[in-house]
């Protein structure tokens, strides 16, 4: 059974940084593409980040570009997002997501598995 | 304002059979494939359709998804009222190189 269990999240002052993890198990985390989606309170899903399957080839929502780094430790079986200068419009559940196919791009299907972690950005 | 473009709401009585709309342009929706979450109150989201028309393990024909053009549905047979909440449309976009999520749309079962 496929398990991603998001952890870090937290409250955090404004222009501080925060490090997100997201524990994976129950498949072969290396094979996979892996992404951040974010949700903030009472909004839509934002998507944030993707990482490919061999950590060569990373993409970011304009809104995080330059501030958030995605990045994967195949050792561990776990995805990391580390978040700096966070913003008030930082404040969301982030999730993580894996994708569906096995060696596949960036752009394929993901699943949303977790039930996330908070982050409330605020002074 | 999302890039993709759904209904803010939809609705329909049990039994009866709705569609929601996703518009999108030919930089995503007309050269990616589209994907479909569903979002219970409280839960997390949920991928319901992928590759246009592909259901995963456990979801229940009663939800079909296609795609035409720079348009996508989800379209839901026989409603139920455990089909309530937000459904969102997602695909790559090749000009920003990343994922969208359409605004998504707030389905209520009468």
């Known amino acids: 059974q496929v398990q991603l269990v998001e952890s870090g999240g937290g409250v955090v002052q404004p222009g501080r940084p925060l490090r997100l993890s997201c524990a994976v198990s129950g498949v072969s985390f290396s094979g996979y593409g892996m992404h951040w989606v974010r949700q903030a309170p009472g909004k839509g899903l934002e998507w944030v980040a993707v990482i490919s399957y061999d950590g060569t080839n990373k993409n970011y929502a304009d809104s995080v570009k330059g501030r958030f780094t995605i990045s994967r430790d195949t050792s561990k079986n776990t995805l990391y997002l580390q978040m700096n200068s966070l913003r008030h419009e930082d404040t969301a559940i982030y999730y993580c997501?894996?994708?569906?196919?096995?060696?596949?791009?960036?752009?394929?299907?993901?699943?949303?598995r977790g039930q996330g972690t908070m982050v409330t950005v605020s002074s | 304002q999302s890039v993709l473009t759904q209904p803010p709401s939809a609705s329909g009585t049990p039994g009866q059979r709705v569609t929601i709309s996703c518009s999108g342009s030919?930089?995503?929706?007309?050269?990616?494939?589209v994907h479909w979450y569903q979002q219970v109150p409280g839960s997390a989201p949920k991928l319901l359709i992928y590759?246009?028309?592909q259901r995963p393990s456990g979801v229940p024909d009663r939800f079909s998804g296609s795609k035409s053009g720079t348009s996508a549905s989800l379209a839901i047979s026989g409603l139920q009222s455990e089909d309530e909440g937000d459904y969102y449309c997602?695909?790559?976009?090749?000009?920003?190189?990343?994922?969208?999520f359409g605004g998504g749309t707030k389905l209520t079962v009468l």
């Open positions: 997501a894996k994708t569906l196919i096995w060696l596949g791009q960036s752009r394929d299907a993901f699943d949303i």
């Open positions: 030919s930089s995503n929706i007309e050269s990616n494939t």
């Open positions: 997602s695909t790559w976009d090749d000009s920003l190189h990343g994922v969208l």
């Open positions: 590759t246009n028309n």
